[in-house]
């Protein structure tokens, strides 16, 4: 089944200690992103990789890592979580970047940082 | 500052009736938008889309209307059906972007 799995689903953690959000996708897809959902604020970008080796920065990167060694994965990494990180993030992937190419969401990763 | 604005978080439609969600954005150099509905404990899937060429997407039951003068769009769906109970997110991309944009959701319940 063509699908983007995060691991985990649900996550409390305390402030400065440092996880990863794993995200990976099945379907051979070159383009993957990060997103986080807030009440009122909708979804927003993290970061995004074009290609293997290949990341940029989103709308709201600051507190974040993200690496892409290999094509199916695209792991998000909080070196030092703080409380405002506390969110539900979203990992996404297509064929491609642009708008030809639709977007496959993960079934997202609610975060809690105390 | 939200570019992509849904002004109704909620709606409520009786089975059978029509169903319209509206969108707002405010960037002139949006020239795509897409619709998105997501159901509890999944991710958001894609639904529609509409590019600014168009002042009209049609795909079944679902219709997307854009006016880009007034810088709003629509998403009809008639008939409504139980199913459809989601929460529908509007997106929008600029040229060359490599971002969405999106609201902040409409939560439709479609009551049977």
């Known amino acids: 089944e063509a699908q983007v799995t995060q691991n985990p689903r649900y996550l409390i953690t305390v402030t400065g200690k440092k996880l990863t959000v794993t995200c990976s996708q099945n379907?051979?897809?070159?383009?993957m992103s990060w997103y986080r959902q807030d009440p009122g604020l909708g979804l927003r970008q993290i970061y995004y990789s074009m290609n293997v080796e290949v990341t940029d920065k989103g709308d709201v990167p600051e507190g974040y890592k993200v690496s892409r060694k290999e094509k199916r994965n695209f792991p998000l990494i909080l070196e030092s979580p703080s409380p405002n990180q506390t969110s539900l993030y979203f990992c996404?992937?297509?064929?491609?970047?642009?708008?030809?190419?639709?977007?496959?969401f993960g079934p997202g990763t609610r975060l809690t940082v105390l | 500052d939200q570019q992509v604005k849904q002004n109704s978080p909620s709606l409520s439609v009786q089975e059978g009736r029509i169903s319209i969600l509206n969108c707002d954005y405010t960037n002139s150099m949006f020239d795509y938008f897409l619709w998105y509905k997501k159901y509890p404990a999944e991710g958001p899937t894609f639904l529609i889309s509409?590019?600014?060429?168009?002042d009209k997407n049609e795909d079944g039951r679902f219709t997307v209307f854009l006016n880009k003068s007034a810088k709003h769009l629509s998403l009809h769906i008639v008939p409504s059906q139980p199913g459809d109970s989601a929460v529908y997110f509007c997106a929008a991309e600029g040229k060359g972007a490599n971002n969405l944009f999106f609201g902040t959701g409409t939560r439709l319940t479609v009551i049977p």
């Open positions: 996404a992937s297509s064929l491609a970047s642009g708008r030809l190419y639709e977007q496959f």
């Open positions: 509409i590019s600014s060429i168009k």
């Open positions: 379907m051979n897809h070159e383009y």
